[in-house]
């Protein structure tokens, strides 16, 4: 399902790293993420809603200019 909030997404398990593309075009690697975490984001009706739960301020992060 397509989100208002996040444009691309992936995953990478061997890292538990988390990349996440914003519509604004920002891109973030959230760390540490755990693949259980990945899929559920994976399964979500609302990408964004829960990006905001489950993923913002709770893992550290690198932005990519």
Do not use: C, Q, T
């Not at 790293?17 to 959230?30: A, K, N, P, T, W």
């Not at 760390?31 to 739960?53: H, M, T, W, Y």
């Amino acid at each position: 399902m397509p989100s208002s909030v996040i444009r691309a997404f992936d995953y990478d398990p061997a890292e538990e790293r988390l990349d996440i593309e914003f519509v604004s075009g920002r891109r973030y690697s959230y760390l540490a993420v755990p693949e259980r975490v990945a899929d559920a984001l994976r399964r979500a009706a609302s990408k964004g809603g829960f990006f905001n739960r489950r993923i913002r301020d709770r893992y550290d992060y690198v932005e990519h200019g």
